[in-house]
């Protein structure tokens, strides 16, 4: 549906509308049809109604309803009456305004201002300037088998500034802890920031990818090790993290986007590299042509402690 955009005192506001032949218009044109029109965005109403709101003549309201309604700007449905009364119509306005287009509409890009890759990259989440995902990154209490408390709030604020700037209409709900996801959440597209160990979505999740986190003897802890399918690598080094876009195993149709590592500072790694650098990211691996799964290494540039750049492993 098109939308009716306008920043005002620095906020952007947003209105459906419906895009007609401009002769439908001219039933609305008269200050009187104008008026009566204005009043069913009130809610619907009866033609008694519509006439005593907008203080005309039940006649006069009768003819620019009819015609409206013929024109297909206000719908007119019957409705039963009460105590035995004869049906009602009932009639309304069902769009939020109406615009009118001077030249063709030609098709937009569904990712305004992405490369081809990119677009392609992001086309499951990003459908028509609109967020068709939930964005779920692990809790910040203890929880799940190891008790583990997530530290990656940051990460997704970052990632979501960074989605933002290929969406034209906010984002309503799209933001989820862990443990607020339930078995229905799960089949749809998921946006997934964190290793196995602090959200268990990605738990569910990463036995199905082609990298995933294993528990590694030389590593002592659980979820220790990155393996890749593509290069056939284990990778063990803390900084390691993993960006991978692919089926939903738990809903084919789906996909799902995993931003992680097996410690903060690799999940930091993935999301730095996905957010500077997403133009390598969306050329896939390169082990294996086809697969949207790569490996990057978080690295401390300037010696303050802090990962502030990346390399891609593979």
Request: with cysteine; charged share 25%.
């Amino acid at each position: 549906m098109p939308y009716l955009v306008d920043d005002r005192d620095g906020e952007t506001l947003s209105l459906p509308v419906r895009v007609v032949d401009p002769k439908r218009l001219r039933t609305a044109l008269s200050p009187q049809a104008w008026a009566i029109l204005r009043a069913l965005v009130e809610g619907p109403a009866t033609l008694a109604e519509v006439a005593r709101r907008c203080r005309v003549g039940s006649q006069r309201a009768h003819y620019h309803l009819r015609q409206m309604a013929r024109s297909g700007l206000v719908s007119a449905s019957r409705r039963a009456g009460e105590r035995g009364a004869r049906d009602v119509t009932v009639y309304d306005v069902e769009d939020g305004g109406f615009a009118v287009a001077l030249r063709e509409m030609a098709p937009a890009p569904k990712i305004a201002g992405a490369k081809p890759g990119e677009r392609r990259y992001l086309a499951p989440f990003v459908v028509d300037g609109s967020l068709h995902a939930t964005i779920v990154v692990g809790s910040p209490e203890p929880h799940g088998p190891y008790k583990a408390r997530s530290k990656d709030g940051a990460h997704a604020i970052q990632l979501g500034l960074f989605l933002g700037t290929y969406l034209t209409f906010p984002p309503e709900g799209s933001v989820k802890l862990d443990t607020e996801i339930r078995e229905d959440d799960l089949k749809r597209n998921l946006i997934l920031v964190g290793g196995p160990a602090v959200n268990a979505v990605t738990a569910r999740m990463n036995d199905g990818l082609p990298v995933r986190f294993e528990h590694h003897e030389a590593a002592g802890v659980p979820y220790g090790a990155v393996v890749s399918d593509a290069s056939r690598r284990t990778y063990l080094e803390d900084e390691i993290g993993v960006i991978v876009r692919a089926p939903n195993p738990l809903s084919r149709e789906h996909e799902i986007l995993l931003l992680a590592g097996r410690r903060y500072t690799g999940t930091r790694a993935a999301v730095l590299a996905f957010t500077t650098r997403f133009d390598e990211v969306a050329r896939g691996n390169a082990f294996r042509p086809g697969t949207d799964a790569r490996i990057v290494e978080g690295v401390d540039a300037d010696a303050d402690g802090v990962v502030d750049a990346i390399e891609f492993r593979e």
